[in-house]
C-alpha cells in the first residue's frame, strides 16, 4: 500500500530541523505498532505486510536528524486493505457404500468477503474432473458405484479470484464393515437379547442379521443356522424358541439394497452363552 502525504515545504525549509517523516500504522482490531522512517523530501511511503482486507489507523510526523518526532502526528486516518485470494478450507468426509459427501470450513484466512466455493472431483488417477459451485454452501455429495477412489479439490473465492485448493482422496467400500460390540443377555429359559453397534454407513438404511446354533451342531454351517432380520434402525432384538441351559453361538451380519440388491458384509466374531443363566 503507498501512503501519500502533503506538507508545508516553506516551513521545512526555513526551521531547518525536520530530516524527513515518521509513519506509523496499526491495526484497528488491535496489535503492535508499526512504524517507517522516510529521510529527505520525500512525501509517499510503502507499507507492506499488511492483512488482506483488514482495517488500519496510520498517522505521520516530522522528524529531526536524532529520529525525533517534531511537532505533533497527523490525525488518524483509517483505511482499509483490498480482498485478496481466501487461504484453504478444511475438509471433512462422510464415505458411504454408493455415495461420497463432504463438508468443509470456511478459510482460516478468508482474506475478503466468500461469494462463492468450487468442488471438482473424479475418480483418482483421472484426468477427468467435473467442477460444481455450491455458493455459500459448505457441503456436496455425490452417488457413486461400489469400491470406487474418487479424489475431491475445493477452494473459495473472494472478488479477487480462486483460492488454495484442498484435496482429499476416498474410496468407498464394497460390503458393509463387520458388526461389533455384540452382546447377548438372556431373558428367561427360552429366550435371549441380542445388541450390536450401530454402522456408520450414511446415505443407506442398514438391516442386521443374526444367526444362531447349538454349539452341539458343527460350527455354524448354514444348514444348521436359524436367523433372525431386524429392520432399520433396530440395534437390539430378541430371539425365542431356545432351548433352556443350552450353549449357543451367535454372530450378527449387516445387510443394505443398493439398487434392487442385497449387499451383505461379514459375520461378526462368534459369542457364546447358554441360555437360561440369568441374574434375578
Known amino acids: 500500500m503507498t501512503v501519500i502525504w502533503d506538507y508545508a515545504k516553506r516551513l521545512w525549509l526555513i526551521c531547518g530541523v525536520v530530516e524527513g517523516f515518521r509513519v506509523e500504522w496499526t491495526a484497528v482490531s488491535g496489535g503492535e505498532v508499526h512504524y517507517q522512517v522516510q529521510t529527505g523530501d520525500l512525501s509517499e511511503a510503502q507499507l507492506t505486510g499488511l492483512t488482506p482486507f483488514a482495517s488500519y489507523s496510520i498517522s505521520i510526523a516530522a522528524v529531526n536528524k536524532e529520529g525525533q518526532v517534531v511537532g505533533t502526528y497527523s490525525q488518524p486516518l483509517t483505511i482499509k486493505t483490498n480482498e485478496d485470494i481466501p487461504g ?4 471433512v468426509l462422510i464415505s458411504s457404500l454408493v455415495q461420497i459427501g463432504i463438508t468443509w470450513s470456511k478459510p482460516a484466512r478468508p482474506n475478503g ?4 466455493y468450487e468442488v471438482s472431483y473424479g475418480q483418482k488417477n483421472s484426468s477427468r474432473l467435473t467442477s460444481a459451485n455450491t455458493g455459500l454452501l459448505t457441503n ?3 452417488r457413486v458405484k461400489l469400491g470406487a477412489e474418487f479424489t475431491f479439490t475445493v477452494r473459495a473465492f473472494t472478488r479477487a479470484g480462486p483460492g488454495e485448493p484442498t484435496t482429499v482422496a476416498v474410496s468407498t467400500l464394497t460390503k458393509p464393515p463387520i458388526v461389533e460390540n455384540v452382546v447377548v443377555v438372556s431373558l428367561n429359559e427360552s429366550s435371549t437379547n441380542v445388541s450390536w453397534r450401530a454402522l456408520d454407513v450414511p446415505f443407506l438404511p442398514v438391516s442386521y442379521t443374526v444367526v444362531y446354533s447349538p454349539v452341539s451342531q458343527p460350527p455354524m454351517e448354514e444348514n444348521n443356522e436359524s436367523a433372525v432380520v431386524f429392520p432399520p434402525p433396530a440395534t437390539s432384538g430378541v ?3 431356545l432351548v ?3 450353549t449357543y453361538q451367535i454372530q450378527v451380519f449387516a445387510t443394505v439394497t443398493v439398487d434392487g440388491a442385497e449387499i451383505a458384509g461379514e459375520k461378526s466374531n462368534l ?5 437360561g443363566e440369568f441374574q434375578l
Open 239 to 241: 430371539i425365542t424358541g
Open 140 to 142: 456436496f455429495s455425490v
Open 244 to 246: 433352556a441351559l443350552t
Open 88 to 91: 484453504p478450507v478444511e475438509i
Open 271 to 275: 459369542v457364546y452363552f447358554v441360555n
Open 113 to 116: 468477503i466468500i461469494t462463492d
